[in-house]
């Protein structure tokens, strides 16, 4: 499968890395709005061409479009890749609103092509391994989750932060999916939220780069949490934060009748999951038993080439995902409970055995 992506910013790198090791994906042009740092972005990769967005949405040679762009360009960029008769697939979040996130799914059914969306590392051993336990009834029934992610703000590393503090962004928007979607791979879909949120800051301070000490305006929520009801019955609790120091939490534990996970971190494609049995003394680290192993962001596209239809990093679960967010943040505004509208299939599970090895 032929990729061209557009945007070459901090996260384009790490995809970068995989295009190096992924047996059925090649890189064949990549576009910016800054042209020089999509040449810097491909110096020494040969037969990368350098295009202008317009160049690279209708150019032959592109099978499917990589939009890497900022989150409120995603729904913008992929509609016009769709009807250019592209394969897209988005980094996170799907779209900032859930209508456009809509809009895209629609115009892809129409254009009989196939949409992916990050995050993909719920596709790693990390996240794999876990829902392997649950599924074999290693903690009972799951009765309820924590998924917690607390940090001091991303304006204190990130050179160009200004769009974590606007509507499609905020803890949520930015690192929710990680989090939503590892609960979606272990517990189902959710059927409904309720939510709260706060903005204590209304600007921050940039803490590196050209830009160091300029401030810039806070206007989405950077302090959020919510209950999630599963379709299961299970409920998770989301505690998402811009706005305190740390936490000894783990990332994601998963409370069943008959023990507790501990998950890694799902912004990570690894890390060990450790159990907690009811007839245990103590936290025991589980073999992996799923999952592609060292994996890194771009395997969804290598899942995309192999499976096509039945990608796992799909648009559908991207827009679940989308929906869930956002209904948490009109819980927080109105007070209430807030239905979710989509479902969405459980994504398929990861084997262990014979999953190729990245690097």
Known sequence: MRIGMIGCGVISKQY?????????????AVADLDRSR????????EGVRVLSVEELLVDPEVDTVLNLTIPAAHAEVD???IAAGKNVYS????????????????AAREAGV??????????????????????????????????????????????????????????????????????????????????????????????SGPREGETIPVTTDTHVTGVLVHESGALSTLVMSFDAVASSAHPIEVHGTEGTL???????FDGDVAVRRLSGADWETLPVTGGYREAGRGIGLQDMATRGE???????????????MNAVLDSARS???????????RPEAVAAEGVPAQG
């Not at 501990?262 to 990570?268: C, F, I, K, L, Q």
């Not at 990093?313 to 869930?324: F, I, M, P, T």
């Open 38 to 45: 999509a040449e810097a972005a491909v110096e020494g990769r």
């Open 114 to 207: 196939l949409v992916g969306s990050a995050p993909d590392t719920v596709l790693g051993t990390g996240t794999q391994t876990a829902r392997t336990a649950i599924d074999q009834g290693v903690i009972g029934a799951p009765v309820a989750a924590m998924a917690t992610m607390v940090t001091p703000g991303h304006e204190r590393w990130h050179p160009q932060p200004d769009f974590y503090y606007v509507p499609g962004g905020g803890p949520l928007l930015d690192m929710g999916p990680y989090y939503i979607h590892a609960l979606v791979t272990l517990l189902g879909p959710v059927s409904a939220v309720i939510g709260a949120g706060s903005r204590l800051r209304s600007e921050r301070t940039i803490g």
């Open 262 to 268: 501990a998950v890694p971190d799902p912004n990570r």
């Open 16 to 28: 970068l890395a995989s295009f190096d090791v992924l047996p059925d994906v090649q890189l064949v």
């Open 310 to 324: 039945g990608l796992r990093a799909s648009g559908e679960l991207g827009q679940h995902v989308l929906e869930v």
């Open 79 to 81: 509609l016009k890749a």
């Open 91 to 106: 980094e996170k979040p799907f779209a900032v609103t859930t209508e456009e996130g809509a809009q895209v799914l629609a």
């Open 335 to 345: 007070g209430h409970r807030v239905e979710i509208a989509s479902t969405v299939e």
